[in-house]
């Protein structure tokens, strides 16, 4: 068994619906990602290697849809930067501050608004919207959270959400 | 609209439980490793096997939940072609794709709609399956043409409803 899993501190339940860690991508959106993402599956989508296709269909190059949360992970390491440095930090945070040392990601939803186009500048925030009471799952005990990571583009237009069903946990002492 | 390159499915080619052809890839540790660098994806357990297995407590370096996305959107597209735009996907993860797995792709219609503004919509169910046991499920919400002159791409504001 492990040891009992604590109330949830006041301070942690005043994040809820908060909006934090407004951010910019680190860097202009470009298509070597792009190019990557989709030989990393074998996508021949002429919308990304074709870009007399894309100015037809799409009014010039976009990367694809599901690269949304690509464009805020963080370099592994940055001049300056101390740490690893992660991405949906409001998860990590909640980890430590619920003392639950494991997570994984139980689910996702993906919402898409503009296209993103090479050049973007894209800026995002996180907010926690919900932490549940104690549950006890096949991989320990823990509590499951909600994330959600809203995106817009340098003229305002929302480019997707993205949400994330978490479980932080502890492992059975064995 | 009518190149040959960009002509896809259209409204009138669909119908509720048509089934999408399947799709199979073997999974190596390269597609693991291949797909979390793409998505930037640094954290250990999508490439370094000792941390899957000792830290984490599961059989290898597994493929990545962007990564997963990215595989389901191929697939989805590969079957609309280029005019499909998707609006919506819904994940359920139910256990990982590791190296030597043989990842089998298939997906079925669920409903077709046109909304106010006259785009229409697919409801797929989509699932990524492991020796028949699903591992991750997907519901996706994707725009397709209603008929050859349309483009769900050209849609902004209040004529794209995801």
């Not at chain 1, 690509?70 to 001049?79: D, G, I, K, Q, T």
């Not at chain 1, 939803?109 to 500048?121: Q, T």
């Not at chain 2, 490793?33 to 290898?60: T, Y």
Request: glycine letters at 8%; proline letters at 6%; aromatic letters at 8%.
């Amino acid at each position: 068994m492990s040891d009992p899993i604590p109330d949830i501190p006041a301070e942690v339940q005043a994040l809820v619906g908060v909006i934090q860690y407004e951010e910019r991508s680190t860097f202009p959106i470009e298509m070597g990602y792009v190019y990557n993402t989709c030989a990393a599956v074998q996508n021949g989508n002429p919308l990304y290697w074709d870009a007399a296709v894309a100015e037809e269909l799409t009014g010039g190059q976009i990367a694809p849809p599901t690269m949304m949360s690509v464009w805020f992970r963080p370099h592994y390491w940055a001049p300056g930067a101390e740490g690893e440095q992660k991405a949906l930090q409001a998860h990590f945070d909640l980890k430590e501050l619920l003392d639950l040392p494991e997570a994984i990601i139980a689910g996702n939803e993906l919402v898409f608004g503009e296209p993103v186009r090479p050049g973007d500048v894209l800026t995002t925030h996180q907010i926690v919207r919900s932490i549940s009471d104690v549950k006890t799952t096949k991989v320990g005990t823990g509590r499951f959270w909600v994330i959600d990571v809203e995106c817009h583009n340098q003229k305002g237009e929302f480019v997707g959400k993205d949400t994330y069903s978490c479980l932080g946990y502890r492992r059975p002492k064995s | 609209m009518s190149n040959a390159v960009t002509r896809g499915l259209t409204a009138d080619q669909v119908q509720v439980g048509q089934q999408l052809p399947t799709l199979e890839q073997d999974v190596t540790a390269t597609t693991v490793v291949l797909g979390a660098l793409a998505s930037r994806d640094w954290r250990p357990m999508h490439h370094d096997k000792d941390f899957a297995i000792n830290r984490n407590g599961v059989a290898n370096i597994f493929i990545n939940t962007p990564n997963n996305a990215a595989w389901f959107e191929r697939y989805i597209t590969d079957w609309t072609g280029p005019r499909g735009r998707l609006g919506r996907m819904k994940f359920k993860m139910s256990s990982s794709v590791f190296p030597g797995d043989r990842m089998v792709m298939s997906g079925v219609v669920k409903s077709v709609d046109t909304d106010e503004s006259g785009c229409c919509w697919l409801e797929l169910d989509v699932a990524v399956s492991v020796e028949g046991v699903v591992s991750t499920s997907c519901l996706a919400r994707i725009a397709i043409p209603e008929n050859d002159e349309d483009n769900p791409w050209s849609r902004k504001a209040d004529r794209w409803q995801p």
